[in-house]
């Protein structure tokens, strides 16, 4: 049966919800069929064997180059808590950014939180009010993490790779990922998350080191830093926004992010 939880998320993604009755079980295809008769392998040939497919050999596809990223010519970050790192980010000056951003987007939610949802970049709303995701793109991230247990202000914490607002809401250039990601790094060492979940084609990449589109990054495990935390990807409710027929794709993303937590958990 669909939960409340889904039900609400699926309510807020403009999904119609259907539950079905109960039905009979089906009769397997299999008691409905006349036995067809077993013919012998040929010689030289491979038996077939039930459920297979024998396909032929394909050529390997070429490997893809990786993106060249820009290095980080930044300085350290010095900030070794929340606070002190805080601070430093809403004075930070490491690229121009600074000088048309309304003040740095550090972040918000738990700092005990298990989970770690990682955007893109603040939008003209966030620039304003100095947290991350919120305005329409961020009722419906509340919306998708309460289908899965999550809230921005119990058990999950919310950041962006960049902390200051690109101007237009442009995508943000590497020189300005170089500089500013070794802030969300500082913040995955204070967190230690058990779970990373990027939403948005931006921050998969940029957290991978990739330009393999997000539709192939999806529906695998990723991992990330020196500890290997489990990365999922999705995509971004900006995008949902605009694109309301992959919601659906959205919802199955987070119910596999919901299965990979509940693994990681202790017996």
Known sequence: MTSQRNIEYLQAMGIDVWVPRRSPPAIPAA???PAQPVQPAQPNQPALQPGRLIQPAQPAAPARPAQKRVPSTAPAVSGTTWESLKSEVLACTRCPLHTTRTQGVFGVGSREAQWLVVGEAPGAEEDRRGEPFVGRAGHLLDAMLRSIGL???TNVYIANILKSRPPGNRDPKPEEVAACLP????QIELLRP???L???RIAAQNLLATDVPLGRLRGKVHH???LNT???VTYHPA???RTPADKRKAWEDLKFARSVFRELQPS
């Open 239 to 241: 995008y949902l926004l």
């Open 151 to 153: 809230g921005r202000g």
């Open 31 to 33: 008691a409905t069929q």
């Open 194 to 196: 058990r779970l990373m």
């Open 183 to 186: 802030y969300l790094m500082r």
């Open 224 to 226: 990330f830093g020196e």
């Open 230 to 232: 489990p990365l999922i």
């Open 198 to 200: 990027a939403v948005g």
